[in-house]
């Protein structure tokens, strides 16, 4: 959430440029959990500033 946040982004945009659900991102900052299949965009997400999906 706090790189999100840094990035100025809603859930819906970040979920967006991940290329996941928003009820993903909401699950994930909620802390209930990650699934396997989120994980790679997700660390390309983050790897890249969020300017791409990757």
Do not use: C, F, Y
């Given at each position: 959430?706090k790189?999100?946040?840094?990035r100025?982004?809603?859930?819906?945009r970040?979920a967006?440029?991940?290329?996941?659900?928003?009820?993903?991102?909401s699950?994930?900052?909620?802390?209930e959990?990650l699934h396997?299949?989120?994980?790679?965009?997700?660390?390309r997400?983050?790897?890249t500033?969020?300017?791409?999906?990757?």
């Amino acid at each position: 959430m706090k790189t999100r946040r840094a990035r100025r982004l809603n859930q819906s945009r970040a979920a967006e440029q991940i290329g996941v659900s928003i009820a993903m991102i909401s699950r994930i900052e909620a802390g209930e959990g990650l699934h396997v299949a989120s994980v790679l965009p997700i660390l390309r997400w983050l790897d890249t500033g969020g300017n791409s999906r990757g």
